[in-house]
């Protein structure tokens, strides 16, 4: 029960969003405008404030960092073969293998790390999310422009997005927080306590419009395709980290930290990705609707199963 009370109630919220969409309370000028606040500005505060705060050589783990590298790019490999296997379409084929490893990490992971291990949980997520989402990006624009070829507009458009990712907030919020935390340099405490206010705002209002963000009448089309990459998702790339993670010897909060991260269900960016690199977006939607439904109950069980084998 106490697993069930740490991860459900991240996902209640999030079908709170979903129904406030759905009576109105929450319209979509709103949820732009609100996602818009929280991609600039609330979370790489919340990112930087609970990295720079921290003492960074106990919050960095470099095993769940190369952990979470393997599970991924191992996943990311086993999707291309399986999708050229399948003959899938170009657009399916780079919607298919997005899905499969990309994970929301900001928005899931991080509010379920905060309610099942706590603050130093935090700390150490938000690092690994810092290393992890260059990754992340970096592999999504391989997986949707090669199956289309090398065209001269689809590379503009993966330069385009390569420049959008080295500006990143969030990834410049990591960065930031890092160094702020390995010079042990120190935060004020007006500027503190102003960081602490915005950074309680950022996972409430991330999850409801998380949830107001989904649309199932992207749910029409390939499920069977989505099905399949929401288990590689929230299954495989799970299992493939938590035995690279034990055989490194991480156990304990690390390991449930990794073990969150790592089985977070299909970010909701990848239907953006797939709209704006000729990736099949109602596939991905599907994709996330999928993972994301099926996530509440694997990562549950990810952390029962770690806590009846004593990790």
């Not at 959008?164 to 500027?191: A, E, M, R, Y």
């Not at 306590?193 to 991330?206: D, F, G, M």
């Not at 395709?225 to 998702?233: D, E, F, I, R, S």
Request: hydrophobic fraction near 55%; charged fraction near 10%.
């Amino acid at each position: 029960m106490d697993i069930v009370q740490a991860v459900f109630p991240v996902f209640l919220v999030i079908a709170i969003g979903a129904g406030a969409r759905r009576y109105r309370f929450l319209g979509e000028p709103f949820i732009d405008t609100a996602n818009a606040l929280v991609y600039y500005l609330l979370l790489p505060v919340l990112l930087f404030h609970s990295i720079g705060t921290s003492d960074f050589r106990q919050a960095f783990s470099a095993s769940l960092v190369a952990g979470g590298y393997a599970a991924t790019v191992a996943t990311f490999l086993l999707a291309v073969l399986l999708a050229r296997r399948l003959g899938m379409a170009p657009a399916e084929r780079g919607s298919f293998v997005q899905g499969t490893f990309r994970a929301n990490l900001a928005y899931v992971g991080l509010p379920i790390v905060l309610s099942a291990v706590g603050d130093t949980g935090l700390r150490k997520a938000g690092i690994l999310l810092g290393f992890m989402v260059p990754l992340l990006n970096a592999l999504s624009i391989v997986a949707l422009v090669t199956p289309h070829g090398a065209g001269a507009d689809r590379g503009r458009e993966a330069v385009r997005i390569l420049k959008q990712i080295l500006t990143n907030p969030i990834i410049l919020s990591s960065f930031l927080g890092v160094v702020w935390s390995l010079l042990k340099l120190p935060l004020p405490g007006l500027i503190g306590k102003t960081l602490a206010i915005l950074s309680s705002a950022t996972l409430p209002l991330s999850l409801l419009c998380l949830g107001g963000s989904f649309s199932f009448e992207r749910a029409r089309s390939g499920f069977r395709l989505a099905a399949v990459a929401a288990a590689m998702k929230v299954v495989l790339l799970t299992a493939m980290g938590l035995v690279v993670y034990r055989a490194l010897g991480v156990s304990g909060e690390d390991l449930r930290v990794g073990a969150i991260m790592l089985g977070c269900p299909t970010a909701v960016v990848t239907y953006v990705m797939a709209s704006q690199l000729k990736g099949d977006p109602d596939l991905a939607g599907t994709i996330v609707i999928v993972s994301t439904a099926a996530s509440a109950f694997t990562i549950t069980g990810w952390l029962f199963v770690l806590k009846a084998m004593g990790w």
